[in-house]
C-alpha cells in the first residue's frame, strides 16, 4: 500500500513564506514525476508545479518567482517553498505522484489527503 502525507500548511500573513512537505511511503519500486496542485474554494483543482525524477520542473505563471519545487529522491519527498505568498495562494494544496508500486504491475498516480494553506491579507 502506498501513501503520501502532506505536512507544514497552516495560517501566514501575505508576504509570508511557507515550505510543505511530502512524504511518500510503502511498498514503492520507483517514483517518477512529483506534483503540487491546489484548490481553492468554488474553484477546480489546478497544478502549482511539477518536478520530474530528473530535477526538470514546471510552474503555473501565477507562482513563478514566488514557489520552488524540489524532491530528494532517497528518501521518497516532494518539497514546495512558496515565497511571497499572497491571498489569492489559500486553498489545499495536493500531493501527486507517478509510481511503480513493487510487485510492479502498472504505474500509479497516487493523492495526498491535502493540507490547508491559508494567506491572510
Known amino acids: 500500500q502506498v501513501q503520501l502525507v502532506e505536512s507544514g500548511g497552516g495560517l501566514v500573513q501575505a508576504g509570508g513564506s511557507l515550505r510543505l512537505s511530502c512524504a511518500a511511503s510503502g511498498n514503492i519500486l520507483k517514483i517518477n514525476d512529483m506534483a503540487w496542485y491546489r484548490q481553492a474554494p468554488g474553484k477546480e483543482r489546478e497544478l502549482v508545479a511539477r518536478i520530474t525524477s530528473g530535477g526538470i520542473t514546471n510552474y503555473v505563471d501565477s507562482v513563478k518567482g514566488r514557489f520552488t519545487i524540489s524532491r530528494d529522491n532517497v528518501k521518497n519527498m516532494v518539497y514546495l517553498q512558496m515565497n511571497s505568498l499572497k491571498s489569492e495562494d489559500t486553498a489545499v494544496y495536493y500531493c501527486?505522484?507517478?509510481?511503480?508500486?513493487?510487485?510492479?504491475?502498472?504505474?500509479?498516480?497516487?493523492w495526498g489527503q491535502g493540507i490547508l494553506v491559508t494567506v491572510s491579507s
Open positions: 501527486n505522484a507517478k509510481l511503480l508500486p513493487t510487485p510492479a504491475i502498472t504505474w500509479l498516480e497516487a
